[in-house]
């Protein structure tokens, strides 16, 4: 069963910044594209952003681009997402998730992740 673990929520005031990261046990990222998606109370998980396993292609949500960096270190197993000029809409529970074939497309799709994290909060408020 692959198993993947968030870390790096918590509160911050808006316009800060947070690192989100990703980590992997029982199995290899590198052979996986790996997604981030967020999701708000009362709201359905959204797409912010993906990595394919080579880090050479990543895409973005709108909503964050400019602000938050996806990247992955496979020699550490480990993807992280970083998150800056925080806005209160960034609220949310954000998730990683792992794809085994590589898609990584500009709009993210939920159903093209098979392995899911149980996720990490991350709230932007004064």
């Known amino acids: 069963q692959l198993q993947l673990v968030e870390s790096g929520g918590g509160l911050v005031q808006p316009g800060g910044s947070l690192r989100l990261s990703c980590a992997a046990s029982?199995?290899?990222?590198?052979?996986?594209?790996i997604g981030w998606f967020r999701q708000a109370p009362g709201k359905e998980r959204e797409g912010v952003s993906c990595?394919?396993?080579?880090?050479?292609?990543?895409n973005y949500a709108d909503f964050v681009k400019g602000r938050f960096t996806i990247s992955r270190d496979n020699a550490k197993n480990t993807v992280s997402l970083q998150m800056n000029s925080l806005k209160p809409e960034d609220t949310a529970d954000y998730y990683c998730?792992?794809?085994?074939?590589?898609?990584?497309?500009?709009?993210?799709?939920?159903?093209?992740?098979?392995?899911w994290g149980q996720g990490t909060q991350v709230t932007v408020s004064s």
């Open positions: 998730a792992a794809d085994y074939r590589d898609l990584c497309r500009p709009f993210l799709v939920t159903a093209d992740f098979g392995s």
């Open positions: 029982g199995f290899t990222l590198d052979y996986y594209a």
């Open positions: 990595i394919s396993r080579s880090g050479g292609r990543t």
